[in-house]
């Protein structure tokens, strides 16, 4: 990791002589050659970084503070309990923002060199000046070297850069609605797009195949897609109209039989290595998404057990594990959020009283129905 950081740092001053440290304003190079942004990239999202009140400009900040002076007194005695140094910042990535304006360029390197892409591709939103500085093509190598950070994760694709990748990888949001938690990757479309997008703007395979020249309409070069339908019986295969049309259109542009031959050609190897670079791609996410819900399911385990030992401490364990597999997905416990002394004090109310309600009905039940065992009358409620 030491050798690789270095000859990051190496490419980067090489690279990059004008870029000393990342506290005085970058003057970004608007040559497309050393310009690593996705121009496709929805306005809004470039923006995320730059509304929120942490990470805005000192110009910015002035219209933000009247959200600030509205915030209750619970989160104004919170803020007085962070350092002043730290009160602008939130998270790892705050963090990391203030560490980038105040060490020197090696050292920031250097630390960079060991997050992953999705962590740079976040960094690159917190700020105007670090997204400037992140997506110049001298950083490139600190994007190679992140990406390489990451078990199992297939290599770059030809056809994007290491920003581009990164976006596809780790931001999850709908491409078309832009609305987030979008866990459906078009691989070989290179987007993320939810199943009701999907459905509405992605025309079906069939049609779309028809529309090329007969040539090569049968040769298996236009990429497809499958939509999740209710069940794999109703997935749709879908297309991609940007994609049909630009083959359409460069293929008709050959004047000669062996050109347009060359041509199909090389898109069947591409259209090979694309799926081939798909299929890997969709092992990995399939991998992290399983990691992800292990991760969740694990703090939801703690977080009931947490909770079952506060409720012992106050006398309601017992009744909590009566009912506990309706009580473990009750929405207060369900969370996979830690539990803390706050969280508690914020949720033990309405425990109690639910608590109260299902005792003061079992009893009631048991009462009717004498035969009834507590452990019955448990599985009934659960
Ligand atoms: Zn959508």
């Known amino acids: 990791m030491a050798q690789r950081c270095s000859t990051a740092i190496k490419g980067t001053h090489e690279a990059s002589t004008s870029l000393t440290i990342l506290n005085r304003r970058h003057t970004r190079n608007e040559d497309q050659d050393d310009d690593l942004t996705d121009k496709d990239e929805p306005e809004r999202l470039r923006k995320r970084g730059r509304k929120s009140p942490e990470i805005a400009s000192s110009s910015t900040r002035k219209a933000v503070d009247w959200k600030t002076d509205n915030r209750s007194a619970e989160s104004k005695k919170k803020k007085q309990r962070i350092p002043e140094q730290f009160r602008k910042v939130r998270g790892k990535l705050g963090m990391l923002e203030r560490l980038a304006k105040d060490v020197p360029l090696d050292v920031v390197i250097e630390i960079f060199c060991y997050l992953d892409p999705g962590d740079l591709i976040r960094l690159a939103r917190t700020s105007k000046d670090l997204r400037g500085i992140l997506m110049s093509k001298t950083w490139e190598s600190v994007w190679r070297i992140a990406r390489e950070n990451v078990q199992d994760l297939p290599p770059l694709p030809p056809d994007l850069n290491e920003p581009q990748y990164a976006r596809l990888l780790y931001e999850s949001y709908c491409h078309v609605c832009l609305k987030g938690n979008c866990d459906i990757i078009l691989w070989l479309f290179r987007m993320r797009c939810c199943k009701k997008c999907g459905v509405e703007t992605l025309p079906p395979y069939e049609d779309l195949i028809n529309s090329q020249p007969m040539e090569y309409r049968h040769r298996g070069i236009l ?88 409720l012992g401490e106050i006398g309601w364990r017992e009744e909590a594990e009566h009912m506990l597999n309706k009580f473990k997905d009750h929405k207060l416990v369900k969370q996979p959020k830690k539990l803390t002394d706050h969280s508690w004090n914020g949720i033990k109310v309405e425990l109690v009283k639910m608590l109260s309600n299902h005792k003061e009905n079992r009893l009631r039940n048991e009462q009717r129905y004498p035969g009834s065992s507590l452990e019955s009358w448990s599985i009934l409620a659960g």
């Open 223 to 310: 990429p497809s897609e499958w939509l999740p339908g209710n069940s794999s019986y109703h997935n749709h295969r879908v297309g991609n109209t940007k994609i049909a049309e630009q083959f359409k259109a460069e293929y008709t542009a050959l004047q000669t039989l062996e050109d347009r031959r060359n041509w199909i050609s090389g898109k069947t190897q591409c259209f090979r290595e694309l799926a081939r670079h798909g299929r890997l791609c969709e092992e990995w996410h399939e991998t992290q998404l399983e990691k992800r819900a292990n991760e969740v399911d694990n703090v939801r385990q703690k977080r009931l057990e947490a909770i079952l030992e506060r």
